[in-house]
């Protein structure tokens, strides 16, 4: 549970991240946009200040954040895994390629690692059907992501974190 | 209008073109002019490294030369590209060049005189050298419009564009009367390359005569359809192209206020489309007073935010009005009642790029290409079960076989060609024997598909027309807004069918219930999600019904694609003893070896069907195979 410490602090840092906007309602995704931008994702306090900004009822900013596939109401991993299910992707595998990012990150798409390394999702098509299938890691297209690229792309984030850890010590 | 103020159009306009054409053939006098191909599917495919290979070996070599992104030619097979125009040579295009590659093309081409011929993919000049893309047999059937900027000028950089021609039509509509640009788009025969096919200057005549201020032009670029990028590469690789289209438009129909409604998944193109608008108006071609003139018109970008109805004209306007993105009755049609409940014009990317083309060599040339009821060229993402997979525009009229089997170069593998999904998740299925149907709006609706934005996705003998028909309906019912009953529970239950068959189960007279439940949801629904949702679906059935029925009373899935419907099987008498590799690569471990006899076998329990031991396994023992239903395998 967020406590009112983090409260007041996502409240600030949403007021600052609405400066430049003006309140109209047609500002309501942009806003949007930039406060996800800014924070991660969109909490209930940063949803509640922007319907406060734009003088709207909060329940048509949490009913367009649930509209859009983009918005996320919960906090993302440092690491986004997007596994791409566009036609070609799925045709040649996309759906195996899922499989293997749920079982290895043992979570389901939506759904962040327990320990906020991952988040896993899927997007309908980044536009690279002939890598096909893709999954953008960290807003970069990886091209033929095979169960067995799956495990090379995480145990590159391990090593990278073990060489992080030794240089920290 | 006054006659004072139209003269000074013309004369901006050349000055700005002459600065242009300066700025362009200084760049020509370097020692060479390096572009590399880094839209964002050459990205993906390192396009990137090799930039940067490209600058750091040129800083070690002290040789100054231009490095320039630019877009994507449409060759994607051949990622990384880069070209390498070199005076004396004609420019070299590059294919799969990595950084290595690179940094020889600098010492030995570029430094030294030898153009590494073993990375050429073509010239895009004759000569006689190298062989040139225009003789390859793929161009007898391809004629590039709107992608030809693509690929060959730097997008992020506006006197490109210009010194190429652009612009000029925008200043040649400014000295026009509206009407009378109206005319020239109406005399071509353009139609909307959104889909659907309306008469773009049926609609521009609408908007013009629709009474209201301000008027609004929105260029739809909420490419959602999964499998087709042509508009994502159009922003990427040519984005003033659009642009001028736009201004065009808002000119002839009396428009002050634009916005290109983007994907936000398109981030590059957001990014090239923003700096492109920032340039357009430092040179007066958008903003007040454009060129000088007393016409003004500006655009605003706006990302979309990842919701497939929002390509539907009359959602999209309520996403931009800040609401979920659901559509509405039509009519009133937007050009009459749109944005803001005013006249507002909405056209397609493509529609769009191609209205400088028209405005330029006029209606007539335009007209001429292609077939009589749809003319000009059409654009497709080619992708899937095809060896030159990319962007490609041949003019309409060309047939399946000829962009599958001449421009493709056919299927990968040896494999057979099954099917040709054209139109995305609104489209159809085609099988073999529509090879021969010449591509337009009305042939494709006729044979059950459309032409749908353009993605164009070949299958072959390893997909199952039954999963791809259960793949679209799953997309199109979880991106469902929900407003239309039939659309939001037809759709789901059709899909429960389908996965229900997916399994092998369901009865064969649920094929009619689903066919008319298909027919069902056309009727009841508002927009052209819900009406076109079935498309895959009733296509599927009628071409492919025998797969269903193999799927319901056999629990075989001719294809072995349905998980649940096949099992992975070593042949023992196949299996090479002292060999590893199926064991090593199994990401469940689910492979183990025979305690006496040493050949491996497969855990059916553990196995997750994710093919990985196939492909593993070495081609000469070719030891694993795929059995449907899963009750073949020997006990």
Known sequence: ???????????????????????????????????????????????????????????????????????????????????????????????ITLDAWKRRLKIDRGQTTPDREFDLDTVACVGCCVMAPVTVVDDKPEGQVEPTKVDGILLSFERERKKRGKEKR | MKASQLSGVAPTFQKIKKRALMRYQELQKAKAVIMVGAATCGRAAGALEVLRAFKSELKKQKLDCPVIEVGCMGHCYAEPIAIINKPGYPPIVYQQVNAVIAKRLVREFILGDDPCLEFVLGALEESELVPSLADFPRAKFEQKVILKNCGHIDPEDIDHYIAGGGYSALAKALQLKPQKVIEEVKKSGLRGRGGAGFATGDKWAICRQAPGSPKYVICNADEGDPGAFMDRAILESDPHSVIEG??????????????????????????????????????????????????????????????????????????????????????????ISGLNGKPTLINNVKTLAFI????????????????????????????????????????????????????????????????????????????????????????????????????????????????????????????????????????????????????????????????????????????????????????????????????????????????????????????????????????????????????????????????????????????????????????
């Not at chain 1, 995704?29 to 924070?39: E, H, K, N, S």
């Not at chain 2, 983007?262 to 920032?278: G, I, K, N, S």
């Not at chain 2, 040179?283 to 605003?300: A, R």
């Not at chain 2, 072959?460 to 039954?466: I, S």
């Open chain 2, 356 to 635: 400088r083309h028209i405005i330029d060599k006029g209606a007539k040339w335009f007209s001429g290409i292609g077939t009589k009821n749809s003319p000009g060229t059409a654009v497709f993402a080619l992708a899937g079960k095809v060896v030159n997979t990319g962007l490609i525009e041949v003019p309409m009229g060309t047939t399946l076989r000829q962009v599958i089997f001449d421009v493709g170069s056919g299927i990968p593998g040896g494999k057979s060609f099954k099917a040709v999904q054209i139109g995305g998740p609104s489209g159809g299925c085609l099988p073999k024997s529509a090879l021969d149907l010449p591509i337009d709006f009305d042939s494709l609706t006729e044979a059950g598909a459309m032409m749908g934005s353009g993605g164009m996705i070949v299958l072959d003998e390893d997909d199952c027309m039954v999963e791809i028909a259960r793949y679209f309906l799953e997309f199109t019912q979880r991106e469902s807004c929900g407003k239309c009953t039939f659309c939001r529970l037809g759709t789901k239950q059709m899909l429960e069918t389908l996965s229900e068959f997916t399994r092998g189960k369901g009865e064969i007279k649920d094929l009619d219930k689903l066919s008319q439940l298909a027919e069902d949801v056309k009727a009841g629904s508002l927009c052209g999600l819900g009406r076109t949702a079935p498309n895959p679906v009733l296509t599927n059935l009628r071409y492919f019904r025998d797969e269903y029925e193999a799927h319901i009373k056999e629990g075989r899935c001719p294809a072995l694609m349905c998980q649940e419907l096949i099992a992975f099987y070593i042949i023992p008498e196949k299996c090479e003893l002292t060999c590893d590799a199926c064991v090593g690569t199994c990401t469940v471990e689910a492979i183990y070896s025979h305690p006496k006899k040493r050949y491996k076998i497969i855990d059916q329990e553990k196995c997750v069907k994710c093919g990985t031991c196939l492909t593993s396994c070495p081609p000469q023992y070719n030891a694993i195979v795929k059995l449907s239903p899963p009750s073949e395998v020997p006990k």
């Open chain 1, 1 to 95: 549970m967020t406590n009112a410490k983090e409260k007041t602090k996502i409240k600030e840092q949403t007021r600052r991240l609405l400066n430049r906007f003006s309140r109209k309602r047609g500002n309501l995704i942009p806003t949007l946009q930039r406060v996800q931008a800014g924070l991660g994702y969109l909490p209930r306090e940063a949803m509640l200040e922007v319907a406060r900004f734009l003088d709207i009822p909060e329940v048509d900013v949490y009913g367009v954040v649930t509209f859009y596939n983009q918005f996320r109401l919960n906090p993302p991993g440092k690491h986004s895994i997007r596994v791409c299910l566009g036609t070609a992707c799925h045709m040649k595998g996309g759906y």
């Open chain 2, 246 to 335: 736009m201004s065009i438009a808002a000119y002839a129909v009396g428009a002050n206020y634009g916005y290109i409604y983007v994907r936000a998944e398109y981030p590059l193109a957001v990014h090239r489309t923003r700096l492109a608008l920032r340039q357009a108006r430092k040179l007066n071609l958008l903003g007040k007073n454009i060129l000088g003139g007393n016409f003004s018109f500006d655009i605003k970008l706006f990302q979309g935010s990842g919701a497939f109805v929002c390509g539907e004209e009359s959602a999209l306007i309520a996403s931009l009005e800040g609401k979920a993105g659901t559509p509405n009755h039509r009519p009133p049609y937007p050009a």
